[in-house]
Structures are given as structure tokens and as C-alpha cells.
């Protein structure tokens, strides 16, 4: 089992940056893409940001290119995604996730991620 632990979450006023991070523990499962999710009041839960572990490419949600940035520090075991620009619609609680293929760092598709944190909010207000 792995366990994810998502930090760094707040109220920003639009324009503003967050940084958020995602402490990995336990277990000894390989896993191959991890990334973040946001889900908003009534609406779905949409793929945000990926990172292959090992390799490091990275893959974005069209919404939020050029904002935020996903990275990863193996030796601390953390992912982060630095939020820049941030605006209104980003308010959501946001999610890490990890999978063990990297397929599903091409396919942002939630179902392919079995290890989930328990979220952290951020709000953003314009």
C-alpha cells in the first residue's frame, strides 16, 4: 500500500500562485505516473497535471498550460505542482494520485489511478 499526502492548499486572490506538494510513504508497489486531479462543486473530477516517474515528462490539462508546473524529487519522495496565475475557475479540491502505467499519464483518465490522497482545497477569488 501507498499512502499520499497532499499539503500546501489555500485562498489566494486571482493572480496568485500556490504551490501544493504530495508526500508518498509505505509500501513497496512500483508506481509509474503520478499526478493531480481537481474535482469543483457539481462537477466531475478532471486530470490537471502528470509527471512520469523515472523519466520526468510531463503532461497538462489545456486549461492550465503555462500556469502550472508539475515536478518531482525522488529522494524526498514528493511530487508538487506550482500554480502561477491562478484564477477563479481553479478554485476545486485538488487531488495527487499515482498509477502503475504510464499510459495513464497520456490518458489523464482517473480510472487508471488506484493510490489517492485525501485532497486539499484551494480557492481562488476574483
Known amino acids: 500500500q501507498v499512502q499520499l499526502v497532499e499539503s500546501g492548499g489555500g485562498s489566494v486572490q486571482a493572480g496568485g500562485s500556490l504551490r501544493l506538494s504530495c508526500a508518498a510513504s509505505?509500501?513497496?508497489?512500483?508506481?509509474?505516473?503520478m499526478g493531480w486531479f481537481r474535482q469543483a462543486p457539481g462537477k466531475e473530477r478532471e486530470g490537471v497535471a502528470f509527471?512520469?516517474?523515472?523519466?520526468?515528462?510531463?503532461n497538462y490539462a489545456d486549461s492550465v498550460k503555462g500556469r502550472f508546473t508539475i515536478s518531482q524529487d525522488n529522494a524526498k519522495k514528493t511530487m508538487y505542482l506550482q500554480m502561477n496565475s491562478l484564477k477563479p475557475e481553479d478554485t476545486a479540491m485538488y487531488y495527487c494520485?499515482?498509477?502503475?502505467?504510464?499510459?495513464?499519464?497520456?490518458?489523464?483518465?482517473?480510472?487508471?489511478?488506484?493510490?489517492w490522497g485525501q485532497g486539499t482545497q484551494v480557492t481562488v477569488s476574483s
Open positions: 494520485a499515482a498509477a502503475p502505467y504510464t499510459y495513464y499519464c497520456r490518458s489523464m483518465a482517473s480510472s487508471g489511478f488506484d493510490y
Open positions: 509527471i512520469y516517474i523515472g523519466g520526468g515528462s510531463t
Open positions: 509505505g509500501g513497496s508497489d512500483s508506481r509509474n505516473c
